[in-house]
């Protein structure tokens, strides 16, 4: 078992800046790629952003390239989603999640393991 655990979101204006942490206890963390998804109001679980166990590949959906960066911290059993130039658009539950694959990053079925999820608000 996986524990995953979120928290950095909040309420903030559009432009402005987050920062996501997900803090992972249990099994060896370093096994796992780490994917971030959101799911806003009425939609389904998107998926935004992926890291591969050893950090050499990131992956993102395009809405967010440019503005989003996922990294890790093995040492520290810790994902991270900085989020910049946030958008009203961007208002979601925000969900880290643990991964044995290292492909297919998209879909949410591969994901063994999940957060509870952490809101994120930006306002216009």
């Known amino acids: 078992q996986v524990q995953l655990v979120e928290s950095g979101g909040g309420l903030v204006q559009a432009g402005g800046s987050l920062r996501l942490s997900c803090a992972a206890s249990g099994r060896t963390f370093s096994n796992y790629a780490m994917g971030w998804f959101r799911q806003a109001p009425g939609k389904g679980r998107e998926f935004v952003a992926a890291i591969s166990w050893n950090i050499v590949n990131t992956y993102y959906i395009d809405s967010v390239k440019g503005r989003f960066t996922i990294s890790r911290d093995n040492a520290k059993n810790t994902v991270y989603l900085q989020m910049n130039s946030l958008k009203p658009e961007d208002t979601a539950v925000y969900y880290c999640?643990?991964?044995?694959?290292?492909?297919?990053?998209?879909?949410?079925?591969?994901?063994?393991?999940w957060g509870q999820g952490t809101q994120v608000t930006v306002s216009s």
């Open positions: 999640a643990a991964t044995p694959s290292d492909r297919n990053w998209v879909a949410a079925v591969g994901y063994n393991y």
